[in-house]
Protein backbone atom coordinates (compact mmCIF):
# COMPACT_ATOMS: atom_id res chain seq x y z
CA UNK A 1 0.00 0.00 0.00
CA UNK A 2 2.73 2.44 0.80
CA UNK A 3 4.91 1.66 -2.47
CA UNK A 4 1.24 2.59 -4.13
CA UNK A 5 0.83 5.60 -2.30
CA UNK A 6 4.56 6.66 -3.26
CA UNK A 7 4.72 5.54 -6.73
CA UNK A 8 1.21 7.76 -7.46
CA UNK A 9 2.79 10.81 -5.72
CA UNK A 10 5.99 10.61 -8.04
CA UNK A 11 3.63 10.53 -11.23
CA UNK A 12 1.60 13.32 -10.25
CA UNK A 13 4.67 15.44 -9.64
CA UNK A 14 5.66 14.92 -13.32
CA UNK A 15 2.69 16.05 -14.36
CA UNK A 16 2.44 19.07 -12.43
CA UNK A 17 6.19 19.75 -13.46
CA UNK A 18 5.99 22.78 -15.29
CA UNK A 19 8.91 22.63 -18.86
CA UNK A 20 12.49 24.71 -17.39
CA UNK A 21 13.42 27.41 -19.79
CA UNK A 22 17.08 27.54 -20.73
CA UNK A 23 17.51 31.31 -19.77
CA UNK A 24 21.10 30.42 -19.93
CA UNK A 25 21.30 29.29 -23.38
CA UNK A 26 19.05 32.06 -24.58
CA UNK A 27 21.46 34.42 -23.13
CA UNK A 28 24.76 33.49 -24.68
CA UNK A 29 22.96 33.48 -28.43
CA UNK A 30 22.68 36.03 -30.38
CA UNK A 31 22.22 36.25 -34.06
CA UNK A 32 24.98 36.82 -37.23
CA UNK A 33 25.42 40.08 -38.26
CA UNK A 34 25.17 38.98 -41.90
CA UNK A 35 23.03 35.80 -42.05
CA UNK A 36 20.79 35.88 -38.80
CA UNK A 37 22.05 32.57 -38.13
CA UNK A 38 21.87 31.86 -34.51
CA UNK A 39 25.68 31.50 -32.34
CA UNK A 40 27.14 31.95 -29.41
CA UNK A 41 27.75 35.54 -28.08
CA UNK A 42 31.85 35.19 -27.47
CA UNK A 43 31.62 33.50 -31.36
CA UNK A 44 34.00 35.89 -33.69
CA UNK A 45 33.41 34.30 -36.46
CA UNK A 46 29.99 32.83 -37.63
CA UNK A 47 29.68 28.70 -38.00
CA UNK A 48 26.99 29.26 -40.73
CA UNK A 49 28.76 32.36 -43.47
CA UNK A 50 32.19 32.79 -41.92
CA UNK A 51 31.59 36.54 -41.37
CA UNK A 52 33.67 38.25 -38.51
CA UNK A 53 31.14 39.52 -35.87
CA UNK A 54 32.94 42.75 -35.12
CA UNK A 55 31.07 46.05 -36.12
CA UNK A 56 34.38 47.55 -38.74
CA UNK A 57 34.81 51.24 -38.47
CA UNK A 58 33.86 52.17 -41.83
CA UNK A 59 37.06 54.91 -42.19
CA UNK A 60 39.41 52.00 -40.50
CA UNK A 61 38.43 50.10 -42.93
CA UNK A 62 38.63 52.20 -45.91
CA UNK A 63 42.12 53.30 -44.22
CA UNK A 64 43.07 49.92 -43.92
CA UNK A 65 41.96 49.01 -47.83
CA UNK A 66 44.07 52.08 -48.96
CA UNK A 67 47.26 50.57 -47.24
CA UNK A 68 46.84 47.69 -48.58
CA UNK A 69 46.51 48.60 -52.37
CA UNK A 70 49.50 51.17 -51.79
CA UNK A 71 51.21 47.84 -50.88
CA UNK A 72 50.09 46.06 -53.89
CA UNK A 73 50.98 48.63 -56.63
CA UNK A 74 54.45 49.03 -54.93
CA UNK A 75 54.72 45.33 -54.71
CA UNK A 76 53.77 45.19 -58.29
CA UNK A 77 56.14 47.69 -60.14
CA UNK A 78 59.07 46.10 -58.37
CA UNK A 79 57.65 42.49 -59.16
CA UNK A 80 57.57 43.86 -62.63
CA UNK A 81 61.14 45.21 -63.02
CA UNK A 82 62.82 42.27 -61.59
CA UNK A 83 60.54 39.62 -64.07
CA UNK A 84 61.41 41.57 -67.00
CA UNK A 85 65.15 41.66 -66.18
CA UNK A 86 65.37 37.94 -64.96
CA UNK A 87 63.37 36.38 -68.10
CA UNK A 88 64.61 38.84 -70.50
CA UNK A 89 67.43 37.59 -71.96
CA UNK A 90 68.45 40.30 -73.98
CA UNK A 91 68.25 42.50 -70.99
CA UNK A 92 70.68 40.61 -68.68
CA UNK A 93 73.60 42.61 -69.18
CA UNK A 94 75.49 45.05 -67.13
CA UNK A 95 73.48 48.49 -68.36
CA UNK A 96 70.42 46.82 -67.84
CA UNK A 97 71.07 45.69 -64.34
CA UNK A 98 71.97 49.18 -63.06
CA UNK A 99 68.94 50.62 -64.93
CA UNK A 100 66.96 47.76 -63.08
CA UNK A 101 68.80 48.79 -59.86
CA UNK A 102 67.80 52.11 -60.79
CA UNK A 103 64.20 51.62 -60.79
CA UNK A 104 64.09 49.31 -58.04
CA UNK A 105 65.49 51.83 -55.71
CA UNK A 106 63.54 55.02 -56.95
CA UNK A 107 60.25 52.95 -56.13
CA UNK A 108 61.87 52.13 -52.96
CA UNK A 109 62.36 55.78 -52.16
CA UNK A 110 59.28 57.04 -53.18
CA UNK A 111 57.14 55.38 -51.26
CA UNK A 112 58.89 55.85 -48.05
CA UNK A 113 59.39 59.24 -48.79
CA UNK A 114 55.43 59.21 -49.61
CA UNK A 115 55.12 57.88 -46.04
CA UNK A 116 57.80 60.03 -43.94
CA UNK A 117 55.50 61.20 -41.11
CA UNK A 118 54.99 57.44 -39.88
CA UNK A 119 58.37 56.01 -41.65
CA UNK A 120 61.18 58.32 -40.47
CA UNK A 121 61.72 57.12 -37.08
CA UNK A 122 63.17 53.78 -38.77
CA UNK A 123 66.32 56.17 -39.72
CA UNK A 124 67.03 56.74 -36.34
CA UNK A 125 69.52 55.14 -34.35
CA UNK A 126 67.52 53.65 -31.04
CA UNK A 127 69.79 53.10 -28.05
CA UNK A 128 72.59 52.56 -30.32
CA UNK A 129 74.87 49.21 -28.98
CA UNK A 130 78.08 48.44 -30.85
CA UNK A 131 78.19 45.20 -28.72
CA UNK A 132 75.02 44.30 -30.02
CA UNK A 133 75.81 45.31 -33.63
CA UNK A 134 79.00 43.07 -33.58
CA UNK A 135 76.76 39.88 -32.47
CA UNK A 136 74.07 40.90 -35.34
CA UNK A 137 77.17 40.85 -37.63
CA UNK A 138 77.92 37.43 -36.42
CA UNK A 139 74.84 35.75 -36.50
CA UNK A 140 74.65 37.39 -40.45
CA UNK A 141 78.40 35.98 -41.05
CA UNK A 142 77.88 32.47 -39.45
CA UNK A 143 74.42 32.40 -41.68
CA UNK A 144 76.49 33.10 -45.05
CA UNK A 145 78.69 30.42 -44.24
CA UNK A 146 76.40 28.14 -43.96
CA UNK A 147 74.29 29.10 -46.58
CA UNK A 148 77.17 29.17 -48.88
CA UNK A 149 78.29 26.04 -48.87
CA UNK A 150 74.85 24.74 -49.22
CA UNK A 151 73.69 26.30 -52.15
CA UNK A 152 77.42 24.91 -53.36
CA UNK A 153 76.70 21.55 -52.82
CA UNK A 154 72.56 21.99 -53.74
CA UNK A 155 74.22 23.35 -57.33
CA UNK A 156 76.61 20.86 -57.98
CA UNK A 157 74.12 17.79 -56.81
CA UNK A 158 70.98 18.91 -58.48
CA UNK A 159 72.70 20.76 -61.35
CA UNK A 160 76.01 19.76 -61.89
CA UNK A 161 77.40 22.96 -62.22
CA UNK A 162 78.77 25.55 -59.94
CA UNK A 163 77.47 29.78 -60.37
CA UNK A 164 79.59 32.23 -60.05
CA UNK A 165 78.23 36.06 -59.84
CA UNK A 166 81.62 37.59 -60.28
CA UNK A 167 81.57 36.25 -64.06
CA UNK A 168 78.97 38.48 -64.77
CA UNK A 169 80.55 41.73 -63.26
CA UNK A 170 83.98 40.69 -64.53
CA UNK A 171 83.83 41.85 -68.15
CA UNK A 172 82.79 45.54 -67.21
CA UNK A 173 86.64 46.07 -65.03
CA UNK A 174 86.66 46.55 -61.32
CA UNK A 175 84.61 43.61 -61.42
CA UNK A 176 85.13 43.33 -58.10
CA UNK A 177 83.76 46.29 -56.62
CA UNK A 178 81.07 46.36 -59.13
CA UNK A 179 80.19 42.96 -57.43
CA UNK A 180 80.35 43.96 -53.90
CA UNK A 181 78.23 47.59 -54.34
CA UNK A 182 75.61 45.48 -56.28
CA UNK A 183 75.37 42.30 -53.96
CA UNK A 184 76.37 43.65 -50.77
CA UNK A 185 75.86 47.79 -50.60
CA UNK A 186 72.84 48.15 -52.78
CA UNK A 187 70.53 46.01 -51.17
CA UNK A 188 71.38 46.96 -47.59
CA UNK A 189 70.25 50.34 -48.44
CA UNK A 190 67.48 49.89 -50.83
CA UNK A 191 66.29 46.17 -49.83
CA UNK A 192 65.91 47.33 -45.85
CA UNK A 193 64.46 50.45 -47.24
CA UNK A 194 61.71 48.82 -49.45
CA UNK A 195 60.79 45.59 -47.45
CA UNK A 196 61.92 46.34 -43.53
CA UNK A 197 61.02 49.95 -43.98
CA UNK A 198 57.97 50.70 -45.82
CA UNK A 199 56.24 47.23 -46.73
CA UNK A 200 56.56 46.29 -42.91
CA UNK A 201 55.58 49.46 -41.27
CA UNK A 202 52.85 49.72 -43.83
CA UNK A 203 51.11 46.41 -43.13
CA UNK A 204 51.44 46.96 -39.58
CA UNK A 205 48.54 49.31 -39.84
CA UNK A 206 46.88 46.63 -41.07
CA UNK A 207 47.30 43.52 -39.15
CA UNK A 208 48.98 42.33 -35.96
CA UNK A 209 53.01 42.35 -36.21
CA UNK A 210 53.51 38.99 -35.96
CA UNK A 211 51.75 38.58 -39.07
CA UNK A 212 53.24 42.15 -40.97
CA UNK A 213 56.61 40.27 -40.38
CA UNK A 214 55.29 36.26 -41.96
CA UNK A 215 53.43 38.73 -45.10
CA UNK A 216 57.10 40.73 -45.69
CA UNK A 217 59.00 37.65 -45.35
CA UNK A 218 57.35 36.01 -48.10
CA UNK A 219 57.37 39.07 -50.05
CA UNK A 220 60.63 39.61 -50.26
CA UNK A 221 61.53 36.02 -50.60
CA UNK A 222 60.04 35.75 -53.31
CA UNK A 223 60.72 39.02 -55.44
CA UNK A 224 64.34 37.40 -55.39
CA UNK A 225 62.43 34.64 -58.15
CA UNK A 226 64.79 31.95 -57.27
CA UNK A 227 62.52 28.49 -55.93
CA UNK A 228 66.08 27.24 -54.48
CA UNK A 229 66.85 30.04 -52.39
CA UNK A 230 63.79 29.83 -50.63
CA UNK A 231 64.69 27.55 -48.12
CA UNK A 232 67.06 30.44 -46.86
CA UNK A 233 65.47 33.50 -47.65
CA UNK A 234 62.65 33.49 -45.73
CA UNK A 235 64.27 32.45 -42.23
CA UNK A 236 66.85 35.05 -43.17
CA UNK A 237 64.28 38.02 -44.09
CA UNK A 238 62.35 36.76 -40.88
CA UNK A 239 64.97 37.29 -38.88
CA UNK A 240 65.65 40.29 -40.28
CA UNK A 241 62.07 41.57 -39.53
CA UNK A 242 62.16 40.68 -36.31
CA UNK A 243 65.10 42.75 -35.60
CA UNK A 244 63.22 45.59 -37.29
CA UNK A 245 60.18 45.29 -35.23
CA UNK A 246 62.61 44.31 -32.05
CA UNK A 247 64.82 47.38 -32.18
CA UNK A 248 62.47 50.23 -34.68
CA UNK A 249 65.39 50.84 -36.92
CA UNK A 250 66.43 50.05 -40.11
CA UNK A 251 70.23 50.07 -39.45
CA UNK A 252 71.21 46.88 -37.29
CA UNK A 253 69.34 44.99 -40.34
CA UNK A 254 70.88 47.17 -43.10
CA UNK A 255 74.33 45.88 -41.13
CA UNK A 256 72.71 42.35 -41.01
CA UNK A 257 72.02 42.25 -45.06
CA UNK A 258 75.99 44.02 -45.62
CA UNK A 259 77.70 41.29 -43.59
CA UNK A 260 75.59 38.28 -45.13
CA UNK A 261 76.20 39.31 -48.66
CA UNK A 262 79.60 40.97 -48.40
CA UNK A 263 80.96 37.74 -47.13
CA UNK A 264 79.23 35.89 -50.10
CA UNK A 265 80.94 37.95 -52.44
CA UNK A 266 84.36 37.39 -50.45
CA UNK A 267 83.84 33.66 -50.29
CA UNK A 268 83.51 33.39 -53.89
CA UNK A 269 86.43 36.14 -54.58
CA UNK A 270 88.41 33.79 -52.38
CA UNK A 271 87.32 30.74 -54.21
Partial sequence: MVLRLLLLQKRLRKKLTLPK?????????????????????????CKSCGSLQVE??????????????QVGVFYALQLGICC???????????????????????????????????????????????????????????FALLVHYAITWL??????????????????????VWM??????YPALF????????????????????????ITSLLFAVIHLSFLSLFWLIPFSLFLAHVRA?????????AIHFCFNLTVCLLELIN
Fill in 56 to 69: SNPEETTHKMSSLM
Fill in 191 to 214: EELAYRGYVLEKLGTITDVRQAIF
Fill in 180 to 185: IFSIAV
Fill in 84 to 142: LFTFTKSLQTFTCMLIADGGLAAIAVAFFVAGWHNNRYLLRWNNFSFSKLCLYCAVAFS
Fill in 21 to 45: MDFEATDTVTTCISCNAAIATDSRF
Fill in 246 to 254: KEQTLWYGS
Fill in 155 to 176: NVKLFSRHLYYYLFFRENGHGA
